[in-house]
């Protein structure tokens, strides 16, 4: 794409006025670097229309592409040990079940805390790198007893929010219930977006609903679930992803985790070029988060070539990349047991329950 012919993106208020002193500010709160020049938080910028209706995706080619990269990429040896400890700080330790209790969120947070056994960190001489996982996601019920879980680290908590995994509640109560998972301390919101929205191409509804779930999120991160599943296309799934970033989405994320299919190699291939190309378009740089349908140590690892090879390597840090999953770490840690101890570790060290 020709320089002239990009998107140009401005950072505007919520009624769409650009604030011209935005900019000024960015080198104070930048979050990471590109190519010298420093990123600062995605705060929104106005709604491009023009560039979300010209989204265009080839299914068959990124289909192939997807196959192509997951299945050629091989990580060996001592790399993968060092690829499955990346994997465990980008995870989203999550119990989002009908009947989670206080006591079941607790040995969760202390599963977040310790994920490694003592005698794999001694092995590996990783004790003083103090390997915990990127987020502990819960229902709103639990935010309070997981912040005081996690109290001394540096690990957020995550609140589902705005009517999950459905996302059909008023509008008003959605906003209402991202207020109070805030106010209760949770660090990170996943919101549901309304689907009909994306079938509809109503995108002005669409970015409007993700403004208000942004404001009310406050100093919280906006962690946008477009359900993918749900949306149908893959080209559906690029400009929803634009439309979240413009909105001010701190993280776009595949699924609830709830509908099959959830997060799919080519629906991630999909969000990495559009945060990538967000980024070269506005300065700002955005996460992804794939969740549903990852349960192994393999599935684990393509996603990390995935997010290498589309986005690049500084998206592989639990700061612009999370996973989600129930019961990925059990098998990460069952593999890397066997691999430095020779042996798998105990089954019952790994259960929440």
Request: proline share 3%; net charge neutral; with cysteine.
């Amino acid at each position: 794409m020709d320089a002239q012919d990009k998107p140009r993106l401005e950072i505007t208020d919520r009624h769409g006025n650009r604030i011209v002193a935005a900019e000024s500010h960015a080198a104070e709160g930048a979050i990471a670097t590109l190519n010298g020049r420093r990123l600062a938080a995605n705060r929104g910028t106005s709604l491009n229309l023009d560039w979300v209706e010209d989204v265009r995706v080839n299914t068959s080619a990124v289909e192939r592409r997807a196959a192509t990269l997951v299945t050629r990429r091989t990580v060996k040896k001592d790399w993968q040990i060092a690829w499955l400890l990346r994997a465990i700080t980008c995870m989203d330790l999550t119990t989002l079940s009908g009947d989670d209790t206080d006591e079941r969120v607790r040995r969760l947070c202390a599963k977040a805390r310790h994920p490694i056994q003592q005698e794999i960190e001694e092995k590996l001489g990783i004790e003083s790198l103090h390997v915990q996982v990127g987020a502990v996601c819960v229902y709103h019920l639990f935010v309070e007893t997981a912040r005081r879980a996690l109290e001394g680290t540096e690990i957020p908590v995550a609140a589902v929010s705005t009517g999950f995994p459905a996302g059909l509640n008023p509008l008003e109560e959605r906003i209402a219930e991202v207020r109070r998972s805030v106010e209760a301390g949770a660090q990170e919101i996943d919101v549901v977006i309304t689907r009909a929205h994306v079938f509809g191409a109503q995108w002005q509804k669409l970015y409007d609903e993700i403004v208000a779930f942004k404001d009310a999120c406050g100093p919280a991160h906006l962690k946008v679930i477009l359900g993918t599943g749900d949306l149908t296309t893959l080209r559906n799934v690029a400009r929803a992803s634009l439309v979240a970033m413009m909105a001010g989405a701190d993280f776009i994320k595949t699924s609830t985790g709830k509908v099959t299919p959830a997060a799919t190699p080519p629906t991630a291939l999909v969000m990495l070029a559009a945060v990538r190309d967000f980024e070269q378009a506005s300065g700002r740089r955005v996460g992804v988060k794939v969740a549903g349908g990852i349960r192994t140590a393999k599935d684990a690892i393509r996603y990390l070539v995935l997010v290498n090879e589309i986005a690049g390597p500084a998206w592989l840090t639990p700061q612009f990349f999370r996973i989600g999953a129930s019961t990925l770490l059990n098998d990460l840690l069952m593999q890397r047991s066997k691999q430095v101890t020779g042996q798998y570790a105990s089954p019952d060290y790994f259960t929440v329950d």
